[in-house]
């Protein structure tokens, strides 16, 4: 019984076969599921390193300079997993930096996270199938409420960016929930946002870890999405 439950819920759907039938609110996750994060990533981080090389004349290659990222990324999640701000980019960058015993660390890792994400912003495209559902949800008046695991001043970006402000009611984020999905606290500030009790939402979402697993544990009704 538990294995075909399992099974069940590792089957992936397509936005355009999620049943809205006495649903009167949405979950939605962001990463990975309105758009595809890595290429976005990339071009954020290529145009740090050509900028890094600029202003700090220091020619690493990119590999060297995505390991000291790597690190840096690390210790800041090490250190404050699992809260929001645990994916903080200027935080990576400022342990990067300080890895590199670059000086003055925290003043170059802010001109860093600026060029990190104006680039990011300009490689966003969003996933045409997930925009259909968006204005699906608008024309049958449901409110769309995004969840997400980042800090809420890049996402509220990301979501003006791909102009999707028109048909999303509500952002929760893990840095004002103070911990990450899948922990119910941040479906819970969700569900209080909305006004509507668990049994009336759906949550739609790229990760089974946080996205699946997190509605799992209260009790939301929930569709596993791959736009990769
Ligand atoms: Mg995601």
């Known amino acids: 019984m538990h294995k075909k439950t399992r099974a069940m819920d590792l ?9 809205l039938e006495n649903v009167k609110g949405v979950l939605l996750d962001l990463d990975n599921t309105l758009y595809k994060h890595e290429p976005c ?3 954020g981080l290529k145009s740090c390193w050509n900028h890094f090389r600029k202003s700090l004349n220091i020619n690493y290659p990119a590999d060297k300079l995505n390991e000291f ?3 840096g990324r690390v210790a800041v999640q090490k250190r404050l997993f699992p809260q929001g701000i645990c994916r903080s980019r200027l935080l990576y960058f400022q342990a990067m930096l300080e890895e590199m015993s670059v000086p003055k660390a925290f003043a170059k890792a802010i001109n860093l996270e600026t060029v990190y994400i104006d680039s990011f912003l300009k490689s966003m495209e ?6 259909m559902f968006l ?4 024309k049958l008046n449901i409110p769309v409420c995004i969840i997400s695991n980042l800090t809420t001043q890049f996402q509220i970006k990301k979501i003006m960016t791909l102009n999707i402000q028109d048909l999303v009611s509500f952002l929760v984020t893990s840095e004002e929930a103070g911990i990450e ?3 119910k606290t941040i479906f819970e500030l969700s569900l209080y946002k909305l006004s509507l009790p668990h ?3 759906v949550m739609i979402g790229d990760s089974i870890s946080h996205d699946i697993e997190g509605a799992k544990s209260i009790g939301i009704k929930h569709y596993l999405v791959d736009i990769t």
């Open 69 to 71: 990222y790597q690190k």
């Open 199 to 201: 049994e009336e939402v």
């Open 181 to 183: 999905k899948p922990d």
């Open 126 to 131: 969003i996933d045409t199938n997930s925009l």
């Open 41 to 43: 990533h990339q071009a």
């Open 135 to 138: 204005k699906r949800c608008k």
């Open 11 to 19: 089957t992936k759907t397509s936005f355009g076969k999620i049943d």
